[in-house]
C-alpha cells in the first residue's frame, strides 16, 4: 500500500465540505460515550463518535492532515449508528466516517488486495465462485497453503489463524449453483417476488436460501432469482464509493427489469444498503431516479412477511428462543417488532427478549476480520447476554451476525444454535401435522 500524507485533493475537499455542518452540530456533550461498543472496550476518545467529529472536523479546518494515523481512528468504528440513537443534536456520524473514509482512500489509496476485491471480483460472479471455492477447498484440505497461495491470509494480519476460524465450513455448492433446489414458477401464486441473494447467503450460509425460497413460496409467492451481484455494501464501508455505485448500477438495472410485486432479501445489510441507493447518486441524475422507483419494492424478509402475512405453520416448536437485532435492521430500517412478531407466531416457542438485543455484535461487515481481538470483546458481551436467556435458539436476520453469533457460541462452548429467521420459520414449515 503506497502511503503518502496530504491534503485533501479537490473532490475529496468538496465531500468533507458537505459533511461540513453535520461535523460541527457535534456539541461534545458526550452523551455518545456510553453507548458506543468500541468506546466500552477501548475508552479512548478517538473511537467515540465524538472523537470521529473532532478529528474530521480538524481536517476540514485544515488542522489535521490526512496521513496514515488516521487510519486507526477512521476505521476503528462499527458504523452500527448506537450514537446516532443517542445523540441529542442528530448527528449522523456513521456517514460522516464514511465520507472521512472515502476521503483517506482517495487520498492515500487503498491497498492493493482491497482495490481487487472491490473492482475485479465483488462484480465478476465468475471469480467470486472461483475465489470462495478456493477458500472452501483450503478450509479441507490444508486452508494455511490455499489462502496464502492467494495472497489472503496477509491482508488478516497477526490474527491470521482466528479470522479463518470465523467460518467453521464453506460450502463446496453455493445455493446458486445448485439450481435444482429453486422454485419455478408456483402455480395460482398470489404475489411474484424477486429474491435477492446476498453474498453472506449465497456463499457462506445457502441453507438459509433455501429457506427463504420456501417459506416465500409457502406464503403465497412465485420466486424468481434476481441475478443480482454484491450489494456494495463492503466497498461503500471501506470508503470506496465508486466501486459501491460500480455494483449498485448493476443491480438496479436488474431490479428495475423485473416485472415484480416485491424484491425481497433475507440479509438485513444488504436491505438496508438497498434502500439507500438514491443516496448514493445524487450527482447521477438517470440512476437515482431509477434508484427511486426500485426503492418502494425493496423489503427486508419479515417486513415483507408482515405485509403479506406469514404462512400457515402446520407444526410447533418447542425451544427456548432469543433474538439478536442487526444494526442494518434495527436502527438502519427500524425493523425491530417484525422479526419478533413473526416469532411470536410460531406455536410451542418460549421467547425470552435479550438483554442489550440491539447492542453490534461486532461482525459489522469486516470488522472481526480487521479488528478480530476488538471484534471479539464486543461479542463477548452479546455471548454473556445470551447466556442469561438459557435460549436453545438464538434468531437473527443478517449473516454476517449469524456467523459471528456461532463464532462466538463455539469459543464460549455454549450450545445454543444460531438460525436466520427463515429457517426457524421453515423448521417448522418442514413440520408434518400429526
Ligand atoms: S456525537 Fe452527538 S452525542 Fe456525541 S458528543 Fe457529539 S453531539 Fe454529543
Ligand atoms: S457508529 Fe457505533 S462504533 Fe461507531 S462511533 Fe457510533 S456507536 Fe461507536
Known amino acids: 500500500m503506497e502511503l503518502r500524507e496530504g491534503r485533501p485533493g479537490k473532490s475529496e475537499e468538496g465531500s468533507l465540505l458537505a459533511i461540513y455542518d453535520e461535523v460541527a452540530r457535534c456539541n461534545r456533550c458526550g452523551f455518545c460515550l456510553s453507548v458506543c461498543p468500541v468506546y466500552a472496550i477501548t ?9 470521529h467529529n473532532v478529528h474530521l472536523q480538524d481536517i476540514i479546518e485544515g488542522r489535521l492532515m490526512i496521513s496514515k494515523e488516521l487510519k486507526q481512528p477512521l476505521f476503528d468504528c462499527l458504523l452500527c449508528r448506537a450514537c446516532v440513537e443517542n445523540c441529542m443534536s442528530g448527528v449522523i456520524t456513521h456517514h460522516n466516517v464514511i465520507t472521512g473514509r472515502a476521503a483517506y482512500m482517495r487520498t492515500l489509496g487503498q491497498s492493493r488486495l482491497l482495490g481487487f476485491v472491490f473492482s475485479k471480483v465483488l462484480p465478476d460472479p465468475k471469480k467470486m465462485d472461483f475465489y470462495v471455492r478456493a477458500a472452501a477447498l483450503g478450509k479441507r484440505t490444508g486452508l494455511d497453503r490455499a489462502l496464502s497461495a492467494l495472497g489472503v491470509l496477509k491482508w488478516f494480519g497477526r490474527d491470521k489463524d482466528k479470522v479463518v476460524d470465523l467460518i467453521q465450513h464453506l460450502p463446496l455448492r453455493t445455493f446458486r449453483q445448485s439450481p435444482e433446489d429453486h422454485p419455478g414458477d408456483l402455480e395460482d401464486a398470489d404475489r411474484t417476488v424477486a429474491y435477492f441473494v446476498g453474498c453472506g447467503t449465497n456463499y457462506a450460509l445457502p441453507y438459509v436460501a433455501y429457506s427463504t425460497v420456501r417459506v416465500l413460496k409457502a406464503a403465497g409467492c412465485s420466486v424468481r432469482i434476481l441475478d443480482n451481484v454484491c450489494c456494495g455494501l463492503p466497498p461503500f464501508s471501506y ?13 438496479i438495472e436488474v431490479m428495475a427489469e423485473m416485472e415484480v410485486d416485491a424484491i425481497v432479501t433475507d440479509c438485513g445489510s444488504c436491505s438496508s444498503f438497498l434502500k439507500e441507493y438514491p443516496d448514493l ?3 447521477d441524475p438517470l440512476y437515482k431516479e431509477k434508484a427511486s422507483t426500485v426503492r418502494p419494492k425493496l423489503k427486508a424478509l419479515s417486513e415483507y412477511l408482515g405485509e403479506i402475512g406469514i404462512p400457515e405453520l402446520p407444526g410447533s416448536l418447542d425451544a427456548r428462543v432469543t433474538y439478536h437485532d442487526p444494526c442494518h435492521m434495527s436502527r438502519y430500517q427500524n425493523l425491530v417488532n417484525e422479526p419478533r412478531e413473526i416469532i411470536s407466531r410460531i406455536p410451542g416457542i418460549e421467547y425470552q ?21 476488538q471484534s471479539m470483546q464486543v461479542l463477548d458481551r452479546k455471548v454473556e447476554n445470551i447466556k442469561k436467556t438459557g435460549a436453545d435458539i438464538v434468531v437473527t436476520t443478517c449473516p454476517a451476525c449469524n456467523i459471528q453469533l456461532a463464532h462466538g457460541l463455539r469459543r464460549h462452548g455454549l450450545g445454543c444454535e444460531v438460525l436466520d429467521l427463515a429457517e426457524l420459520v421453515d423448521r417448522v414449515l418442514m413440520q408434518t401435522p400429526s
Open 43 to 51: 475508552g479512548e476518545e478517538r473511537a467515540v463518535a465524538r472523537g
Open 239 to 251: 470508503g470506496d464509493l465508486d466501486a459501491a455505485r460500480e455494483l449498485a448500477r448493476r443491480n
Open 281 to 283: 447518486f445524487m450527482d
Open 353 to 373: 427478549e435479550l438483554p442489550e438485543a440491539g447492542w453490534c455484535c461486532g461482525a459489522a461487515g469486516t470488522y472481526n476480520i480487521s479488528y478480530y481481538g
